[in-house]
């Protein structure tokens, strides 16, 4: 079975339908979500609807967030904002449409903080937290020896670039490799830790829309997918509660 793993999609709808697309066409089955599904862009309620229908979705902090449950304080002031922004167009008022209900029902009840399948761990930031950012092999060893278990492989995103950690068979050295677009990984490390990257605010100086690729074999590769980046920019630049930077960053993939 073929699946797509996404995170970090930030309420951006034009990357994540050229994800979806492109995941149909390599014949995927089935899509697991990271989280932060908004947060940032402009379009939190066509990129929920969308995500209703992935197999899984993890609670991101941008979704925690949102839905009132983690304090503005652990943001920065720019990412604050855009929390409060998306609450606004997202939370219903006593009359709103049934779509609108549904909606902020699965922001807040339906997203799960980890998930595993088999001997892989899907989480957001890392397995205890989806706040805690994992950019360096010593905080990968901190995974790797609190809260992985017996699991051999773990899936995150938060951090927006793409790479893999890798464990030594004898439990002791952490290297790190960045994400090759289309390279074909099949793992023989002890234990690995890939970060699948973003789908709607890539970091790593690449704009384009980035998810993980697993295979029925065992391999997977990371998928790097173009789309209408300037579509996004304008309408971030024409919402009054969005910063212009936000769109700014989606141009050269900070």
């Given at each position: 079975m073929r699946v797509a793993i996404v995170s970090d999609i930030h309420s951006n709808i034009e990357a994540l339908e050229v994800v979806l697309a492109d995941a149909a066409r390599k014949r995927v089955q089935k899509v697991y979500c990271l989280g932060d599904v908004v947060g940032y862009g402009p379009n939190p309620q066509e990129v929920l609807d969308a995500a209703r229908c992935f197999d899984f979705v993890i609670l991101g902090n941008h979704d925690e967030a949102v839905g009132d449950r983690t304090p503005h304080s652990l943001f920065k002031p720019l990412a604050a904002r855009a929390v409060q922004w998306t609450r606004r167009r997202l939370k219903p008022r006593r009359r709103a449409a049934p779509a609108a209900k549904t909606r902020w029902h699965f922001l807040k009840r339906k997203l799960k903080r980890r998930v595993?399948?088999?001997?892989?761990?899907?989480?957001?930031?890392?397995?205890?937290?989806?706040?805690?950012?994992?950019?360096?092999?010593?905080?990968?060893?901190?995974?790797?020896?609190?809260?992985?278990?017996?699991?051999?492989?773990?899936?995150?995103?938060?951090?927006?670039?793409?790479?893999?950690?890798?464990?030594?068979?004898?439990?002791?050295?952490?290297?790190?490799?960045?994400?090759?677009?289309?390279?074909?990984?099949?793992?023989?490390?002890?234990?690995?830790?890939?970060?699948?990257?973003?789908?709607g605010q890539p970091r790593d100086g690449d704009p384009r829309a980035c998810y993980v690729l697993l295979r029925d074999d065992g391999t997977f590769a990371f998928r790097r997918v173009p789309y209408t980046v300037e579509k996004t920019v304008e309408k971030i630049y024409g919402t009054r509660g969005l910063d212009q930077s936000l769109g700014d960053r989606l141009l050269v993939g900070e």
């Open positions: 595993r399948i088999d001997d892989m761990l899907f989480a957001h930031g890392t397995p205890g937290s989806n706040m805690d950012y994992v950019y360096e092999p010593e905080e990968a060893r901190e995974v790797f020896d609190n809260g992985f278990g017996n699991a051999r492989l773990g899936f995150v995103g938060h951090t927006h670039i793409p790479g893999i950690f890798l464990l030594d068979s004898k439990g002791e050295k952490v290297d790190y490799i960045p994400g090759e677009p289309d390279k074909r990984y099949r793992l023989k490390a002890h234990k690995a830790l890939i970060n699948v990257g973003s789908v």
